[in-house]
């Protein structure tokens, strides 16, 4: 496993520490959790962001979250996400989704 040095202000410091002991996890595990939760928080994000716009279809959007097209409507759903996609482009999006 490769390994990462990084610097962080005090504060921070002192934050992760609060959440290691209420997890009752050492510093490194807590890092690597926090890492892994928020890159997967940006990808959703970043996915968001072009869905809304209409740069990309559902199933575009699932595969830069980097979740399955099930997944992503989920997303939508629980996010209230509109499209600015033509119905053409979401008849595609059901049709493969149907293919599933």
Not at 21 to 26: A, I, K, Q
Not at 49 to 69: F, H, K, L
């Amino acid at each position: 496993m490769p390994s990462i040095s990084a610097r962080i202000p005090d504060e921070d410091e002192e934050a992760l520490i609060d959440v290691a002991e209420l997890l009752d996890e050492d510093k490194s595990t807590v890092i690597r959790k926090a890492l892994r939760e928020e890159l997967t928080e940006l990808r959703v994000r970043r996915a968001i962001e072009r869905y809304q716009s209409g740069d990309v279809s559902a199933n575009q959007a699932a595969r830069i979250a980097g979740v399955g097209i099930a997944e992503w409507l989920e997303i939508a759903r629980d996010r209230n996400l509109t499209t600015q996609l033509s119905p053409d482009d979401l008849e595609g999006d059901a049709d493969r989704a149907r293919e599933l």
